[in-house]
Antibody, heavy 120, light 109 residues
């Protein structure tokens, strides 16, 4: 059974660094074609893709947030860690991690999400 | 990032069918079958409904189907049920980038 669960702070102050962890089970990130991604959703708004890491360590980030993002994986601990520097109230959102599979890169399993509020 | 265009809302009555279009600037995402659909009921995480244009994961009812023509992918929901009320998103992966639709809110009247 594949599961993913996000953890991290519910409240972060503006200009600080946000660190979120995705703990997953039921699959290995080193398996062929597997990746883990982070996606966020501001309250009442659409989904927005943020970052992806695969089992070989390849990392890919959205252009819009540039160098503020870092994603890393610990394959032995079945964890993916996501950081966002210099947060702003506009970064308030529910953050989801999801498993990415296939050449078409679809998201077949999602975590429940974690709401992160950035205070000014 | 919303390089895919969806209508903001659609509606239908129980038992009817509705179709949600997802239009791209090119047909690449369809030609390479790199489009998927997700359902997000209020207050919950998105759930995969359709992948690679037409494929349904196990457990998804066959009332949900995907199709494509030209540069538009479509999600059709037949035999509408009240629990189908949700926001539906299309997502593609082309040019090593993800492209998200803005979401379509389905109201079951």
């Amino acid at each position: 059974q594949v599961t993913l669960r996000e953890s991290g702070p519910a409240l972060v102050k503006a200009t600080q660094t946000l660190t979120l962890t995705c703990n997953f089970s039921g699959f290995s990130l080193t398996s062929s074609g597997m990746s883990v991604t982070w996606i966020r959703q501001p309250p009442g708004k659409a989904l927005e893709w943020l970052a992806l890491v695969d089992g070989k360590g390849f990392r890919h980030y959205t252009d819009s947030l540039g160098t503020r993002l870092t994603i890393s994986r610990d394959t032995s601990e079945n964890q993916v860690v996501f950081t966002m520097t210099k947060v702003d109230p506009a970064d308030t959102a529910t953050y989801y991690c999801a498993r990415v599979v296939g050449e078409s890169h679809y998201f077949d399993y999602w975590g429940q999400g974690i709401l992160v509020t950035v205070s000014s | 990032q919303s390089a895919l265009t969806q209508p903001p809302s659609v509606s239908g009555s129980p038992g009817q069918s509705v179709t949600i279009p997802c239009t791209g600037s090119t047909s690449d995402f369809i030609n390479y079958r790199r489009v998927s659909w997700y359902q997000q009921p209020p207050g919950t995480a998105p759930k995969l409904l359709i992948f690679e244009v037409t494929n349904r994961p196990s457990g998804v009812p066959d009332r949900f189907s995907g199709s494509a023509s030209g540069n538009t992918a479509s999600l059709t929901i037949s035999g509408l049920q009240t629990e189908d009320e949700a926001v539906y998103y299309c997502i593609s992966y082309i040019g090593a980038n993800f492209h998200f639709g803005g979401g379509t809110k389905l109201t079951v009247l």
